[in-house]
T-cell receptor
Framework: AQTVTQSQPEMSVQEAETVTLSCTYD???????LFWYKQPPSRQMILVIR??????QNATENRFSVNFQKAAKSFSLKISDSQLGDTAMYFC????????FGQGTILTVHP | GAVVSQHPSRVICKSGTSVKIECRSL??????MFWYRQFPKQSLMLMAT?????????EQGVEKDKFLINHASLTLSTLTVTSAHPEDSSFYIC????????????FGPGTRLTVL
C-alpha cells in the first residue's frame, strides 16, 4: 500500500517569490514514480513534474524543481519566481500501477 | 499529444435516474483508464480501474452496482451512475495511462454531477 502526506493545507506567496510545498510518502515498492500535479480553478489536472525513484538527480521543469530525498521518503516542490497563474491546488502523488495522491495544498499567489 | 476528453462537462439529473459519463483518449490508445471522485477542496479518490476488454477493478467501499464502468475500446471508457441520489453529486474525473510513460496518467477535464 502507498500513502502520501501533504502537511500544508494552504500556503500563500507573493508574486516573484519562491515557495516550497512539502510531501512525504510511504511505499513498499522499490521501483515507483513520484509526481506533482496542479489543479487550477478550472479543475483540470495538470502534470507539473515527474520523478523516477531510481534516478537520484532531482527533476526540474523551468521554474519548478523538486528535492527528492529517497531515504527520508520526501518529495518537496519548489516554485521559483511565482506567478499569479500558479494559484492552484497542488497534489503530490506516487505511482506503482495506481496513482495515490496526498490531501493537496492550496497555493495562492498574491500580486 | 495525450489529450483526454470527458462528456458531458456538467449534468443535472433527478433523483432515481441514471447518468452516463464518457471518457475518451483522443490521440493515443489507453489500455487502462481510471475513474476518480472529488469533493470540493479535497483530494481525488480513486473509484475504479478500467481495463479494456475486462471487468473494472473497484476500490474498497465503492459500490460496483451503482457505478457501472465499461471500457469497450482502447479509447473509450464510460461510467454510469445508476439510480442517482443527491449524495452522488460530485466532480468525477477520468484519467488514462499511455504506454511509454510509465506511471503517468493524463486527466480529463472532469464532469460535475448534480442530483436534485
Amino acid at each position: 500500500a502507498q500513502t502520501v502526506t501533504q502537511s500544508q493545507p494552504e500556503m500563500s506567496v507573493q508574486e516573484a517569490e519562491t515557495v516550497t510545498l512539502s510531501c512525504t510518502y510511504d511505499t513498499s515498492e522499490s521501483n515507483y514514480y513520484l509526481f506533482w500535479y496542479k489543479q487550477p480553478p478550472s479543475r483540470q489536472m495538470i502534470l507539473v513534474i515527474r520523478q523516477e525513484a531510481y534516478k537520484q538527480q532531482n527533476a526540474t521543469e523551468n521554474r519548478f524543481s523538486v528535492n527528492f530525498q529517497k531515504a527520508a521518503k520526501s518529495f518537496s516542490l519548489k516554485i521559483s519566481d511565482s506567478q499569479l497563474g500558479d494559484t492552484a491546488m497542488y497534489f503530490c502523488g506516487t505511482s506503482y500501477g495506481k496513482l495515490t495522491f496526498g490531501q493537496g495544498t492550496i497555493l495562492t499567489v498574491h500580486p | 499529444g495525450a489529450v483526454v476528453s470527458q462528456h458531458p462537462s456538467r449534468v443535472i439529473c433527478k433523483s432515481g435516474t441514471s447518468v452516463k459519463i464518457e471518457c475518451r483518449s483522443l490521440d493515443f490508445q489507453a489500455t487502462t483508464m481510471f475513474w476518480y471522485r472529488q469533493f470540493p477542496k479535497q483530494s481525488l479518490m480513486l473509484m475504479a480501474t478500467s481495463n479494456e476488454g475486462s471487468k473494472a477493478t473497484y476500490e474498497q467501499g465503492v459500490e460496483k452496482d451503482k457505478f457501472l464502468i465499461n471500457h469497450a475500446s482502447l479509447t473509450l471508457s464510460t461510467l454510469t451512475v445508476t439510480s442517482a441520489h443527491p449524495e452522488d453529486s460530485s466532480f468525477y474525473i477520468c484519467s488514462a495511462r499511455r504506454e511509454g510513460r510509465v506511471g503517468e496518467q493524463f486527466f480529463g477535464p472532469g464532469t460535475r454531477l448534480t442530483v436534485l
